[in-house]
């Protein structure tokens, strides 16, 4: 079996059957590099993200035993991240394992947790891609949805690559997209309950509504007496009394009841506090920037290029968010089989549609 | 059109004041104070006249024949469409950019009519986005005008074919008039039940799910949920997609060869097919939403295991 040790000038000579093959990978690395210096005339794309789709299918295709196909997409993947840090692309973002997956069967979900904890380890290794390059490695998702050894191995890569600056390798497990937004939802909601817990509610004074003005038919009254005579729950919805005394059905719009504390006011003085002073102005309360900071990918531009593996054309709850604007591409080949062709095409079309975009901006 | 139908003096939705609403909330608004007034009555004329009782009766789906290779059981609920290439068509024709827009929305009839036959039960148009804010005001201006012409001139229809209209997206954006005629349509058409077509005007994924968020987060803050209680149920809940029985696309089709999403729908389009066509939308007719539909009978769906 051909092992391929990279030297120092970065070139993959085999440790194999003699001058033949050394001579023979000399001449395709060499093709390469010219290959890569006419791509680099063109834009290079900043972040790449792949979906690395077909392992399973190759499995079958080439009769192999189960598992197999995986440990063959292991070996294109290593490859391909080598051509694409010696092309420059900075960030790399390959979806390894989703929640979703969880629902297979359990022994191929522990074959795929073992093979991963065997490739985190290997990448702890001296002569591993990210020394080699200094990549600098992220796991993105749910991690405390793994197992405790799975998890230990990845936060232990994330701590000793944390000094690596001059590429990411960033490696979606047990996340979705969905997750990963719920996350970022929650984060920010959280984060504005702390901020809104700060302000003073009491004496809490729309400035322009008059005191004793009706509103949907109810007078307007201090928000948190409002409030309390509202007597809305969190769970279920009861009937409860406006405070007029009239009563009302709380679950006819829960909104209504927000809309009405929220453009109530004190009657006493003509206070505003900051925190409505805030709500009440044009600025909502939670912007993009918001939530975008608590995603996972926070860390890492959003991807210039999705790629797919075997044709699917699907997103499969990957990178939503950041993917609202990304170029999408879906080679036909299994993963196992992507190569420097399949890379070299997406680039060329990756720098097919920058130049069409760039018309597009001056046109506008 | 065998008759014109014309909204009452009084809109159904009175506007709120400027300072009524916080800004964030304003989306929302039409479905906050939706009346339950009864409708105008040339409206009420033209539902009787019309026959929403013929509408009713009639189940177009069953006496209708799918074309050859297509498979009802295998149709998708909800397809979603990017509507891209209007103004290339335009420009490859030597016609003002405003001919491709009226070409799109002929086109768009023409697959409603499409969807109505083969029994699609949701079209959703990305018909404006939020970056489209940027375009040029009087194209800009033209489509506002143009939406609220095709509207109106097509409630009729709406009516007869029993077509639910719904409108997403930042609509305290949109011309007052304009507004004011999407919310009545909506209102008016929401008991339609053949067909849904949701319309995405000043819309983005990212603007649902910000938006979803702050409905979440004032939640929170009345107390109403805890932050921790957030999950993708509660997240669908506040999507502006809650409109719709089947909120997720089953097949997104983007015209004019370009790969992307363009910022609609992110959250819903996780696991929807996705079909590039190469002609551009004023061109897209029954034979490529065909090959698009045939293309996604094929698909092996997995769902993301």
Known sequence: ?364 | MPFSLHFSPTPLITAPSPLSKPFFLVPYYHTLHAPKSPLCSSMEHALTHQGKQEAFDRRPEDSQTLPLGLRRDAMPSHVAVIMDGNRRWARLRDLPVRSGYEAGVESLRKIVEICCKWGIKVLSVFAFSSDNWFRPKVEVEFLMSLFERAMQEDTGIFFRENIRISVIGDLTKLPKALQELMVNLEEATKNNTRFQLIVAVSYSGHYDVVQACQRLALKAKCGLIEPSDINVSLMEQELETNCTEFPHPDLLIRTSGEFRISNFMLWQLAYTELFFAQSLWPDFGEAEFLKALLAFQQRQRRYGV
């Open chain 1, 1 to 364: 079996m051909v092992t391929s040790v990279p030297n120092k000038v970065g070139n993959y000579s085999s440790t194999g059957n003699g001058v033949h093959k050394l001579f023979f990978d000399d001449i395709t690395n060499f093709l390469r590099r010219c290959l890569f210096r006419v791509l680099s005339v063109g834009p290079i794309p900043t972040h790449l993200a792949f979906i690395m789709d077909g392992n399973r299918r190759y499995a079958k295709k080439q009769n192999l035993k189960e598992g197999e196909g995986h440990k063959a997409g292991y070996l294109a993947l290593m490859s391909l991240l080598r051509y694409c840090y010696e092309l420059g692309i900075k960030y790399v973002t390959i979806y390894a394992f989703s929640i979703e997956n969880f629902k297979r069967r359990p022994d191929e979900v522990q074959s795929l947790m073992d093979l991963m904890l065997e490739k985190m380890e290997a990448l702890l290794l001296e002569e591993s891609i990210v020394n080699q390059y200094g990549i600098r490695v992220c796991f993105i998702g749910n991690l405390r949805l793994l197992s405790e050894p799975v998890r230990a191995a990845a936060e232990k890569v994330m701590k000793v690559t944390s000094n690596n600056s001059k590429a990411m390798l960033l490696v979606c497990v047990a996340y979705t997209a969905s997750n990963e937004i719920v996350h970022a939802v929650e984060g920010s909601c959280k984060e504005k309950e702390k901020e809104f817990r700060l302000c003073n509610l009491n004496n809490n004074v729309m400035d322009d509504v008059k005191e004793g003005e009706k509103v949907n038919g109810m007078v307007v009254h201090d928000i948190q007496d409002f409030y309390e005579d509202t007597s809305v729950e969190s769970q279920g919805l009861k009937q409860g009394k406006g405070c007029n005394g009239t009563p009302y059905h709380a679950c006819e719009s829960v909104e209504s009841n927000w809309d009405q504390v929220l453009t109530s006011k004190a009657s006493k003085s003509g206070e505003v506090s900051e925190g409505f002073r805030n709500l009440r102005q044009e600025d909502p309360v939670i912007k993009l920037v918001d939530i975008e900071k608590h995603m996972y990918m926070a860390v890492a531009p959003d991807p210039d290029m999705l790629v797919r593996s075997s044709g699917e054309s699907r997103l499969s709850n990957f990178l939503l968010w950041q993917t609202s604007n990304c170029q999408l591409y879906s080679p036909a080949a299994l993963w196992p089989e992507i190569g420097l062709s399949q890379l070299a095409w997406a680039i060329l079309k990756f720098q097919q549609s920058h130049s069409y975009l760039e018309k597009k901006m001056k046109q506008l």
